[in-house]
């Protein structure tokens, strides 16, 4: 719905229909589903049993602090919604390594207990940021396969520090049932290890995977020239990082930041940020860090960069620190308790300071239920009846704003998932042509002719052939429109600046509001980390120089207080 402005249910139900023969798997995480948020148990249900439904075989269930609770409400859903249940370890510390504290061999065979306990049809070790060295892989699996002796064991690792195949390999030795490997193409670094590699390594022995190497090929080149496709997305990384023991940072985010940081003009202090990040995750406690605990870390870690904090400063100043939303909403216990409790004093400091109170248990276990009738008549209402069904109503309870944003985008532009990978990407030049398949049967010719140069409002006449029939369109140039709206930078303490680069995703005060010193105006979004941005004076609002969805730089005005 974000990215690609289309109907993720439909994509799956294409995919399975066209590979009917295939094991289908998901994460799920766990209480939290496919999102950063606690959702009614109700929900959590509904979209297990629509994923079942829609071609999902296998359910890898998962929490970011392996917090039972939530993983139990999430093995219960997928299990009643009919699917293969994988109960998945988060993995961080070292096993093999004593001084690493709490992540012993015993915490992660307590954990495995309690899966089975559930009921789950399969045991994984989710090793988020390719932390699992071979010894490690060795002693967790061999320990996991004689005392599970009947439950499969799968390993998932990220081959961050390249240590990839020698992890997975071990894994295999030692018992493990299936590893999971990408094709070359994609392979590597902060994704996961060779698969050619792999198959090629373990040919002619025990673990002979039976892949015939000579099919996959072809494949495998395909795989290079799709890549091409996106390479403006790629996030610029050139060779592995075995810093990763050091900072424990997961390999979706690790990409994440190193793009975000370079389009921020942050690139100088990657270093510093991934020092941050190590420091940050002892600052809440050292927890696993995978989606969403992986944010909570990051945001923090972002934080501490943005206001040259160390450890010790957080700890003594947290009464009065303006923290990111995800790190308080951590520390009261919105996505559940960290292995061996919450950090403390900074959580009591946190709380306290601000009048929050602690949750007790489970923290989606008092949320009442969604109610999908009333959100389906709402939605119906909203953007016509023939466009909204159970799966749209179902999406809109994960992600009602994404959601939204997606109907808006469709009620403008029709449905583009039927455009070419290359043309939705990049747009079209003059005298281009491209021809596609709208539906079946139904072939479209488009050729761009002339893009006329922009108005002083930013205004363009785009004029196309649709199979040779003229179209005059005009379109406004956002590019050319937001260059006559340079912004000044904020000067004197009644003139409040944003305090990084960032977008703004919330605004809290309107002019004429009166406000007091330290009261929140704005909430700034930065590389995943949001910042609320509080009052320097009290006064007036005189004039607010920002909308939600600006782009602003560091030190831009945002609002100024009489």
């Not at 390249?162 to 094709?183: F, H, K, L, P, Q």
């Not at 951590?330 to 409790?341: D, K, M, T």
């Not at 139904?442 to 196309?464: A, C, E, N, Y």
């Not at 979004?525 to 320097?536: C, F, H, L």
Request: aromatic share 8%.
């Amino acid at each position: 719905m974000r990215f690609l402005h289309e109907c993720p249910w439909e994509r799956l139900e294409s995919l399975r229909e066209k590979t009917p023969d295939i094991p289908f798997q998901m994460l799920l995480r766990g209480a939290n589903a496919v999102g950063y948020t606690n959702y009614p148990d109700n929900v959590v249900h509904k979209f297990c049993k629509q994923a079942h439904a829609s071609g999902i075989d296998i359910f890898r269930v998962f929490d970011s602090l392996n917090y039972v609770d939530n993983l139990k409400l999430g093995v219960d859903a997928a299990g009643s919604a009919g699917g293969f249940v994988e109960g998945a370890m988060s993995y961080t510390g070292n096993v093999a390594d004593p001084t690493k504290g709490k992540y012993n061999l015993e915490y992660y065979m307590k954990l495995a207990d309690e899966f089975v306990d559930m009921g789950v049809h399969s045991l994984a070790i989710k090793d988020m940021a390719g932390l699992l060295t071979p010894a490690a892989a060795k002693m967790l699996v061999g320990a996991l396969r004689e005392q599970h002796p009947n439950t499969p064991i799968h390993v998932h690792t990220h081959d961050t520090p390249g240590t990839g195949i020698a992890s997975m390999i071990a894994a295999a030795e030692a018992g493990a049932d299936v590893v999971d490997v990408a094709i070359d193409a994609m392979s590597g670094m902060t994704s996961q290890p060779s698969m050619g590699a792999l198959v090629s390594m373990l040919a002619g022995t025990d673990a002979d995977t039976g892949i015939d190497k000579s099919l996959v090929g072809g494949l495998n080149t395909y795989w290079e020239n799709v890549r091409n496709v996106y390479l403006p997305f790629e996030s610029g990384q050139l060779s592995g990082s075995s810093d990763v023991y050091e900072h424990e940072i997961p390999g979706g985010q690790y990409t994440n930041l190193l793009f975000q940081s370079r389009q921020l003009g942050l690139t100088d202090k990657w270093p510093e940020i991934k020092r941050k990040y190590a420091e940050a995750n002892m600052v809440l406690g050292d927890i696993p860090k995978v989606t969403p605990s992986s944010k909570v870390v990051g945001d923090l870690a972002q934080f501490m960069v943005a206001q040259n904090l160390n450890q010790q400063q957080v700890e003594d100043q947290a009464e009065s620190l303006a923290f990111p939303e995800s790190v308080v909403q951590f520390l009261r216990g919105e996505i559940g308790i960290p292995p061996g409790g919450f950090p403390e004093p900074l959580r009591s400091k946190v709380l306290q300071s601000r009048g929050i109170e602690a949750v007790d248990g489970r923290p989606g276990a008092t949320l009442p239920d969604y109610n999908f009738e009333e959100a389906e008549k709402l939605l119906k209402e909203k953007f016509g009846a023939k466009f909204i069904d159970d799966k749209d109503v179902l999406s809109h309870a994960l992600y009602p704003n994404v959601f939204t944003e997606w109907k808006e985008f469709e009620s403008i532009y029709g449905e583009v998932s039927k455009l070419p990978t290359d043309l939705f990407l990049s747009p079209m030049k003059e005298n281009d042509e491209v021809e596609f398949e709208l539906n079946p049967g139904t072939r479209v010719i488009t050729k761009l002719i002339s893009i006329t140069p922009p108005r002083d409002d930013g205004q363009r006449t785009v004029t196309f052939e649709i199979n040779g029939e003229r179209w005059l369109m005009p379109v406004t140039d956002i590019s050319v429109a937001s260059d006559a709206n340079v912004r000044r930078k904020a000067s004197g303490p009644n003139e409040v600046g944003s305090p990084m680069p960032g977008v703004i995703v919330n605004l809290k005060v309107k002019e004429g509001d009166t406000v007091t010193e330290g009261e929140p105006l704005a909430t700034l979004s930065a590389m995943k980390m949001e910042t609320v941005i509080p009052a320097s004076a009290s006064g007036v609002v005189k004039h607010v120089a920002v909308n939600i969805g600006d782009k602003v730089d560091g030190d831009d005005l945002l609002v100024e207080i009489e």
